[in-house]
């Protein structure tokens, strides 16, 4: 529902929350250009096999709620799951064997919790080495009527440890990893039992790993990506941009061959004129959750320029530029609010970035491209630098930071 008043509009604009349930796909989806889902959609729909795809784009472009709206449109076809690594797991303390045993459980949860009628023995195979891991770290239920309940019981009090405890994470990962072909054998045997129940096949879509540090996403992609490969059912997992500016990213590439980026919305052209087409997009975004008339129009577009064209950090400038409004006892919000919540971002970055990172974004805004080493795959990570696109790729500095890159800053 659209926000008509400021107290509405700081519960909608909450840059954590991502669109997920039909009804806000319906009211708040916005169709981008250069959106790879038509590519994706048809690719997964026209391919018999099990497919292994890299999703990436910028922390904050969107990717989840396009991974959403793509998970709507297939369910003639796939059973999608779709769950965040971070909601389940430590993404400071994660390995492949976490991320493998993460699909065997939300593969588990969604078939027992949706009531699909897979066969008994299967689930009897599944719950067998399910009990087995729980054990090892004190994991029990009672005994259920139904083995599906008890499944359920086992994989959600299993995955809830994981989460949060790190000793039972050390105990089950040694556990699994002498035991991964039976952990793989039970995600396939799952899967096929989804097919035969339901006639879909399931598609797992594995969200944050990009924000993982870039040392942790490596290992993954680039250590262990066969194992990543090995589940014969179809998987997307997001993967940090800054990791496509890495020489060993063609190693990824032989591995996982399809790969698609969601580019980021623009706001102005590579050599400095307005992009309109972008611009709209982007101030379509907010009124779409919050009426237009709650926004001064120079506002409005204020906040659109400093988005940098991440929606993320649309929806975020928005809510603080509404707090502001709000304390201020203002009825909309002005011009004044924005840059109060453009300073208070500013600041965020003036303590995180060091001087010799203020020089290579001196270098960014006046050449519009990045250096294919680690000091400029660090400002990728942390939003400094964005990356466009349009016939060709190049790059620019966050609009909020620009003021820090005058003499003196």
Known sequence: MKATSLKDALNVLDPEHSLRTDEELRDYFIARPMSPLEELCILL????????????????????????????????????????????????????????????????????ERAIQ??????????????????????????????????????????????????????????????????????????????????????????????????????LFYEHATALLEPAVSIIYTFPTALRHDNDFMQVRTNFPTCFVLPNLKTTLEDGTRDEAGAGKLREILTRRVDEALFHPDALERLVEFSSGIPRELVALAGLACLQARVSN???????????????????????????????????????????????RALLHNLSVLEYRNRTVWYDVHPVIKPLLSEGA
């Open 330 to 376: 203002q009825p909309r919000i002005e011009l004044e609010a924005v840059e109060q919540a453009a300073d208070s971002r500013r600041r965020e970055y003036q303590v995180l970035l060091s001087s010799e990172q203020i020089g290579l974004l001196r270098k960014v805004q006046s050449s519009k491209r990045v250096e294919n080493d680690e000091p400029y």
């Open 45 to 112: 729909k026209e391919t018999a096999g099990p497919q292994k795809i890299l999703f990436t784009g910028h922390r904050g472009s969107g990717k989840s709620t396009e991974l959403a709206k793509l998970a709507q449109g297939l369910r003639d076809q796939f059973l999608p799951i779709q769950y965040s690594i971070k909601d389940r797991l430590n993404l400071y303390d994660l390995t492949y064997v976490d991320v493998i045993l993460s699909l065997g459980l939300e593969l588990s949860r969604t078939a027992t």
């Open 118 to 219: 897979v066969k008994p023995e299967v689930l009897e195979h599944v719950l067998e080495f399910t009990k087995e891991i729980s054990k090892e770290v004190g994991v029990d239920v009672k005994s259920q009527a139904e083995v599906g309940t008890e499944l359920n019981l086992y994989v959600v009090k299993l995955g809830s440890k994981l989460g949060t405890e790190d000793v039972t994470r050390t105990v089950v990962r040694e556990k699994v990893s002498h035991r991964l072909t039976d952990l793989l054998e039970s995600i396939d045997f799952l899967a096929r039992e989804v097919l035969r129940v339901s006639g879909r096949r399931v598609l797992l879509i594995v969200e944050d790993l990009d924000k993982a540090d870039l040392k942790t996403a490596r290992e």
